[in-house]
T-cell receptor
Framework: NAGVTQTPKFRVLKTGQSMTLLCAQD?????MYWYRQDPGMGLRLIHY???????AKGEVPDGYNVSRLKKQNFLLGLESAAPSQTSVYFC?????????????FGPGTRLTVL | AQTVTQSQPEMSVQEAETVTLSCTYD???????LFWYKQPPSRQMILVIR??????QNATENRFSVNFQKAAKSFSLKISDSQLGDAAMYFC??????????????FGKGITLSVRP
């Protein structure tokens, strides 16, 4: 099993450009999450999904959109990138049935917006 | 809303010694889970240990153990026989036991642990 994978690993954007981050998991997990990590801030939840076709806002959703068209994939989109979105982005997934299960994290994507 | 506080931004420990990382949290819920994650320079988030709030016994995983004080809302991580590979950032996290919308993790800001050879 590959676990949770993220594409790409690094990206540099100019202000106003758009991009999509792809998260894929092969563990048949129902729940998927997108976090951003900034120095001194820990990880903050952007959006999450409790199943295929569902999405919900997290703590810092502004400027981002998400889609969960397939159970194994969770996409994070930036329609018009801003320097404030420079961050490391993590995707995670977890099991529905075993509620105590921890979240499995992807390797992260480092995004720089110039 | 739940909050997680890690008040020490940095700590240092001598190799082979023991170190304790502090974490406090605030919640009105009675059933929840607590976690410690490790993030080495590779950036990968690695689960170290987890604790179910309904269990009184403190969780232990090899050299890692927790001191869970539910009434005080405290969840500290003890690392025994510290190794150079333990150097990393450590995050404390909270998760409600209620299914559905509250399944997200709430993280503390993290603590950077350095290990002196």
């Amino acid at each position: 099993n590959a676990g949770v994978t993220q594409t790409p690993k690094f990206r540099v954007l100019k202000t106003g450009q758009s991009m999509t981050l792809l998260c894929a998991q092969d563990m048949n997990h129902e729940y998927m999450y997108w976090y951003r990590q900034d120095p001194g801030m820990g990880l903050r939840l952007i959006h999450y999904s409790v199943g295929e076709g569902t999405t919900a806002k997290g703590e810092v959703p502004d400027g981002y959109n998400v889609s969960r068209l397939k159970k194994q994939n969770f996409l994070l989109g930036l329609e018009s990138a801003a320097p404030s979105q420079t961050s490391v982005y993590f995707c995670a997934s977890s099991d529905l049935v075993l509620q105590g299960y921890w979240q499995f994290f992807g390797p992260g994507t480092r995004l720089t917006v110039l | 809303a739940q909050t997680v506080t890690q008040s020490q931004p940095e700590m240092s420990v001598q190799e082979a010694e023991t170190v304790t990382l502090s974490c406090t949290y605030d919640t009105s819920e009675s059933d929840y889970y607590l976690f410690w994650y490790k993030q080495p320079p590779s950036r990968q988030m690695i689960l170290v240990i987890r604790q179910e709030a309904y269990k009184q016994q403190n969780a232990t995983e090899n050299r890692f153990s927790v001191n869970f004080q539910k009434a005080a809302k405290s969840f500290s991580l003890k690392i025994s026989d510290s190794q150079l590979g333990d150097a990393a950032m450590y995050f404390c996290a909270y998760r409600s036991a209620i299914a559905g919308a509250n399944s997200k993790l709430t993280f503390g800001k993290g603590i950077t642990l350095s290990v002196r050879p």
